[in-house]
């Protein structure tokens, strides 16, 4: 199976499996101060998409960005690590 173009991941750890077929997935990242040269820790929170209902609270898991399924879940789980 062929996929088109370059699709974006993310790494991140599940906060949320309440929803039906829906996971929450933080993301973490380090951004430089573009003042004090210091890293700060920037997260962002995604909905995406986990059809067979596997995930737990606390999963790491490797998401892969999709279609829009809804009106803000627009990423996949394609695996858990």
């Known amino acids: 199976m062929s ?3 370059n699709r974006k991941t993310q790494i991140g750890v599940v906060v949320s499996d309440k929803m039906d ?15 004090y040269n210091k ?9 995406a998409h986990d059809g067979d209902n596997r995930c737990k609270i606390g ?3 490797l998401i892969v960005e999709s279609r829009p399924l809804s009106k803000d879940k627009c990423w996949k789980v394609r695996q858990i690590i």
């Open 59 to 61: 999963d790491r898991v």
């Open 39 to 47: 890293y700060i820790k920037r997260t962002a929170k995604y909905k």
């Open 3 to 5: 996929e088109r173009g």
């Open 21 to 35: 077929k829906t996971v929450v997935v933080k993301v973490d990242r380090l951004v430089k101060h573009p003042v």
